[in-house]
């Protein structure tokens, strides 16, 4: 969908090395014991020089410590060194206590680096109401910082997993000013939410330099057109972080105002995005296939995402995709409740290749081949709207009977 | 909730005969030919006098030709005599041939009725982008108005429904200066939406004598606190409606203002309505359980619903109920996500006797006993804000296999 998400031509190419990619990072990932499983649970990633770094957070009321810690601080002071995760526990719903336990989190760590504690920025994912054990905390911390590397990317990734089947990592490079730079990042989540085990964390690092206001409004955006496009109706975990850092060590010129090169950058970051939540979406808790809408022919961007999140949030086109049913119905019916004014008389819907309607009404089909589709991954619902020339996409999985499974099995 | 859905004590008690039971109302239900099973499938409810009308529609963007028709009729004259559903096709997508087809229905029973065509009221529920057999239909019209009787409800509920497993009726009486005023309904729908079938119709009667304006306010609020609060975050389906009738026959006082009268008349219509909905709920695809929410201590009724309602609508609740898991994070993030304020150091959440959190804290409970109280049906989750005295409530159903069974299988 050209000219959608990005405001400039696709100019990158995607690099190894995840968060470690751009210059300036390491990362690393340790088993501290805090996941009963004894698998990774502790992640750093540090940047050499002090970053820029912006966040987006959960909009919930009932919020994990880290999450205020962070907000609160990158609203008084929109820079950093440092990103630590941990896994096992989301220290929401612990009051007091949990704070306590963040601060000291932070303190640590940052003692170990050399660094103010208030340039560590924490996150946590695990189970609601459970404390981090800060004593196998402490005494994983040396380590942790031991062994910080230029390729600890992948295992950063391992150690933020909860129920994740698979790891996310990407890391794309492009040019600015005819010098490389590069945007590289790490998520976990499982498509569906799943707030016991605290659903979505992204960290992004980026080498570029860019003023702190520009890199907050693009990382914004960049999570409107991405993560906030999985997140089932409007479903947001207690623990929901994304954390960016920038630190300028590619020397390229200093992004400060909008237009051109911060066009392209953002459009990068943008992209950077959009690959770990469709990782994520693909995730899914029991999904066997990533369904991708596209909403176009709306007045406004928000509106068309607005109609795409719905239809890929609606039960029962994830069902219908799960069971093969080219349910035109079931698409047309979640696009007329997303709240978003439309002619439906203007309608159009089109699977794949498979045009289903068109100008209100249904149209005859190949039933067959269009059932045959959705056995493909990704599956494509494309929605016209016929208004204006604002489009959006968003991101599901199919609804199977295993998600049903592994979450009325997962036990409290 | 005494106190929090009627402004008045519970002064009725139930009566058999649907929407029959008011004075004045003969129904019929017949089977056309428009269901392929041969079951029921045309229903007509039919006043002897002139009806003040009152209706509630879907508000989505995709609707059926009978809900527009109705809308514009009430919105020139609140008054009916007649309301028509057919069962098997829903008329919607089906452009200027279903919205002929609608007012062909209502000219014919009009004139089989010996009344104006515009005293006809029309529903329609089934398939999207089918259209009505309106030959079938038409040779149906004289066997259905010669079937109208004063115990018709029982067989007009069953002509209305589709994939429910059970028809849904209710009647309760009171007195208004000392004489007896009755409500009666009959609704169909299955929980959760489920657009291709067209979802949820209610129909009630009333005989009591109420102004125009009144009524629409009194319906409409009952349907907030009711039917409003059974659909799935913010689901609206294409034919979703409640028409609402109340001739004057009880002949009691006529009801003018707000206030007393008034008051217990809106409780008694709120209380037809909510049972209704709860039917629904429970009746939900492959529902094992009711899930009752009610959310107190919240500054705004609209906003306490709020809260109850994306808790009942949580897939993680309701597939943590089915899975018999105490699981209060799933609640707690769903009440944070609501979007709503609330101090999350105040939350209290019990599920039946049992306290899971208090102060924004978990306490610690039996959890073998809270899991053995998930086996009851119906399951009540309480939810307490702590900050002011508003309530409000709302119903779901667990989430279970069969639910992807259902709705995977079933083929357009």
């Known amino acids: 969908m050209p000219g959608v998400e990005s405001t400039a031509e696709a100019d990158w190419r995607e690099v190894p090395g995840g968060v470690t990619a751009p210059l300036g990072y390491r990362a690393a990932g340790i088993a501290a014991g805090l996941k009963p499983s004894g698998a990774p649970d502790l992640a750093l990633i540090v940047s050499e020089e002090e970053a820029i770094a912006a966040g987006v957070f959960t909009t919930s009321q009932?919020?994990?410590?880290?999450?205020?810690?962070?907000?609160?601080?990158l609203q008084n002071q929109p820079t950093a060194r440092a990103m630590l995760c941990n896994?096992?526990?989301?220290?929401?719903?612990?009051?007091?206590?949990?704070?306590?336990?963040?601060?000291a989190m932070a303190r640590q760590v940052g003692a170990a680096l050399g660094i103010p504690s208030n340039q560590v920025l924490t996150a946590s994912t695990g189970v609601i109401g459970r404390?981090?054990?800060?004593d196998k905390f402490?005494?994983?911390?040396?380590?942790?910082?031991?062994h910080l590397s230029d390729d600890g990317s992948e295992v950063a990734a391992r150690a933020i997993i909860t129920t994740d089947l698979v790891t996310k990592s990407v890391a794309l490079e492009s040019t600015l000013g005819d010098r490389p730079v590069r945007i590289g990042g790490i998520a976990k989540g499982s498509g569906m939410i799943h707030p016991n085990m605290a659903t979505m964390l992204a960290f992004i690092t980026c080498d570029a330099a860019v003023s702190p206001h520009l890199w907050q409004q693009m990382v914004q955006r960049a999570a409107d057109r991405s993560f906030n496009q999985i997140t089932?109706?409007?479903?947001?975990?207690?623990?929901?972080?994304?954390?960016?850092?920038?630190?300028?060590?590619?020397?390229t010129?200093?992004?400060?105002?909008?237009?051109?090169?911060?066009?392209?950058?953002?459009?990068?970051?943008?992209?950077?995005?959009?690959r770990l939540a469709k990782a994520i979406a693909r995730d899914g808790e029991g999904a066997t296939c990533l369904i991708e809408v596209e909403v176009t022919g709306a007045a406004e961007e928000a509106e068309a995402r607005q109609i795409a999140r719905t239809i890929a949030g609606s039960m029962l086109v994830k069902?219908?995709?799960?069971?093969?049913?080219?349910?035109?119905?079931?698409?047309?019916?979640?696009?007329?409740?997303?709240?978003?004014?439309?002619?439906?008389d203007q309608l159009r819907i089109q699977l794949g290749e498979f045009l289903l309607m068109e100008g209100g009404e249904p149209l005859t089909f190949d039933r067959a081949a269009a059932s045959a589709y959705l056995r493909q991954d990704p599956v494509i619902i494309r929605v016209g709207l016929g208004m204006g020339t604002a489009a959006g996409r968003a991101w599901g999985c199919d609804l199977s009977y295993d998600y049903v499974k592994i979450n009325a099995e997962y036990t409290t």
Chains 1, 2 share one sequence.
């Open 319 to 344: 069902s219908a995709v799960f069971g093969r049913d080219p349910n035109w119905g079931r698409i047309a019916a979640a696009a007329g409740r997303a709240g978003v004014f439309f002619p439906a």
């Open 138 to 146: 402490t005494a994983a911390v040396p380590t942790l910082v031991n």
């Open 62 to 73: 009932v919020r994990a410590a880290c999450v205020d810690y962070c907000r609160d601080l």
């Open 87 to 103: 896994a096992g526990q989301a220290n929401a719903a612990t009051g007091e206590f949990g704070r306590q336990d963040n601060l």
């Open 131 to 134: 404390r981090i054990p800060l």
């Open 232 to 251: 089932v109706d409007g479903d947001t975990s207690t623990n929901d972080m994304l954390l960016a850092l920038a630190n300028g060590q590619s020397r």
């Open 253 to 274: 010129p200093a992004i400060t105002e909008p237009g051109g090169p911060a066009g392209r950058l953002e459009a990068m970051l943008t992209e950077v995005c959009v």
